[in-house]
């Protein structure tokens, strides 16, 4: 947009987007850490589950996220 002498509004509006968008990540990572925390202290207290479906969608969202 600089390069293309685009409107200086646009521009800087367009920048704090992006600014924020970065901010972002790294508090989107620790909430996911987080709930994968969680998520794993939930499986671990209820291993009664252990036939129910969505308990092995879990463990395997947990596997990806720790990879």
Do not use: H
């Not at 794993?40 to 092995?56: D, K, M, Y």
């Amino acid at each position: 947009m600089k390069e293309e002498n685009k409107d200086k509004y646009d521009i800087k509006k367009f920048q704090e987007v992006l600014d924020e968008s970065i901010m972002m990540i790294p508090d989107s990572e620790n909430r996911m850490k987080k709930a994968a925390e969680d998520l794993e202290v939930f499986i671990a207290n209820n291993s009664t589950l252990e036939s129910e479906e969505w308990l092995g969608k879990a463990k395997a969202l947990l596997e990806e996220s720790c990879a």
